[in-house]
């Protein structure tokens, strides 16, 4: 009965949304609905965040928003910064393995809990200084072991090739009309591999404020192969950066990202940045059968269960789900925040990103089938 009430309830503020003019998609209401199911949020300030986030999509809407929010939840949360967690006997699960069973980890404050990272959206652009030779030649190494490693599939469109895979008449039919009508040689066409398409994801929050830059050399290194790569960063708000990125010299390139980036050195909010990523349907596609690779060190401080969900979505659409960290110094290296104790098992790979050098030094690790 208090299931069906809750239901009904939720329903209500739904249409009472629509009312105001909060117009969002089916799609958006549906995360909204699963996140709810997946991860009840314990207090009303996690309701609150958890639908604004998934349900709105502009400015302007939040008004309206947390006017509707106050008459069907009784407590209007716009601007509150949320509470620190209670750490006094506070214990999660992590993982033994990427994919094994858990022992109980005490957690304290600054160690892991991803209280060292902000929940502020603070605006704030990057500088990047001149690249040294030695950035230049890890990008180069960073490229050629990308070159070699990044997977593989078959192409859709059939090429001419010498291998015996499909009998290619139009072009025999071609080659005979100049010979008279005689068949001179049998003429084929095959799938040549192509590589697949590359996602990544930047963290360019404060807890990351010096690695940012040789990520984005590495994203760009990615870029000079032949994979179809694009790029966004996160901190507490999603930017797309392919075009910024992947075009012309480097450093005028790191410019042009520092003119888009606008919350650097701000918060950490990836399950809102990601979630934004699912709100625009262009972006959405851009995973489905990608390599996809988030560099950040996972200091959630938002709600853990939007990042869960949408790390979830990723791994369904994607070929390979990466998250390096760097966390990951050795082998021993165990997730133990709250959101990386949860997405660990849907990774197909954690790997170490404490530089640039480690970057291009790993790539055959992550890439390996």
């Given at each position: ?9 939720v329903?209500?503020f ?12 089916h ?24 639908a604004?986030?998934t ?13 509707v ?15 620190e967690?209670d ?7 992590r993982?033994?393995s ?8 005490p ?26 030779a030695?950035?230049?030649a ?5 490229r ?6 990044l997977?593989?599939r ?14 290619d008449?139009r ?5 005979a ?24 994801f ?21 870029g ?7 790029v966004?960063s ?29 919350d ?8 809102r940045?990601?979630?934004d ?8 596609g851009?995973?489905r059968?990608?390599v996809?690779?988030?560099?950040s060190?996972?200091l959630?401080r ?18 390979r ?43 055959a ?5």
């Amino acid at each position: 009965m208090a299931e069906s009430a809750a239901a009904a309830h939720v329903t209500g503020f739904l249409a009472a949304l629509r009312e105001a003019g909060i117009a969002a998609p089916h799609q958006k209401q549906q995360d909204f609905l699963q996140t709810l199911q997946a991860a009840p949020p314990a207090t009303r300030r996690g309701l609150y965040w958890q639908a604004r986030i998934t349900l709105t999509g502009s400015k302007e809407e939040i008004d309206r928003f947390d006017s509707v929010f106050e008459t069907w939840f009784g407590e209007v949360q716009s601007g509150v910064k949320p509470a620190e967690p209670d750490s006094d006997g506070e214990e999660v699960r992590r993982p033994d393995s990427l994919h094994g069973g858990t022992v109980p980890l005490p957690l304290a404050p600054g160690e892991g809990t991803g209280q060292a990272a902000s929940a502020d959206d603070l605006l704030n652009r990057m500088a990047p200084r001149r690249s040294s030779a030695q950035e230049q030649a890890l990008i180069k190494r960073a490229r050629r072991a990308a070159e070699r490693c990044l997977p593989r599939r078959p192409s859709l469109r059939l090429r001419p090739s010498p291998a015996r895979d499909v009998i290619d008449l139009r072009r025999m039919i071609r080659a005979a009309a100049r010979h008279g009508g005689e068949l001179i040689r049998f003429r084929y066409r095959a799938r040549p591999m192509k590589k697949r398409p590359v996602l990544l994801f930047v963290d360019v929050s404060g807890s990351l404020k010096g690695l940012t830059p040789d990520y984005l050399r590495f994203a760009r290194a990615l870029g000079e192969t032949s994979a179809k790569v694009e790029v966004f960063s996160f901190g507490t708000r999603l930017t797309r950066l392919t075009d910024a990125l992947l075009g012309g010299v480097l450093d005028r390139a790191l410019r042009r990202v520092a003119t888009k980036v606008e919350d650097f050195e701000g918060g950490t909010q990836i399950g809102r940045s990601l979630t934004d990523f699912f709100a625009h349907r262009q972006y959405a596609g851009l995973a489905r059968g990608a390599v996809v690779i988030i560099l950040s060190d996972g200091l959630e401080r938002g709600d853990p269960a939007l990042l869960v969900h949408a790390v979830r979505r990723l791994r369904r659409l994607a070929e390979r789900l990466v998250w390096l960290t760097p966390l990951k110094r050795d082998a021993d290296y165990r997730p133990v925040t709250r959101a990386m104790a949860a997405v660990a098992p849907t990774l197909d790979h954690i790997g170490g990103a404490a530089s640039l050098e480690a970057l291009a030094a790993d790539i055959a690790e992550w890439t390996r089938s």
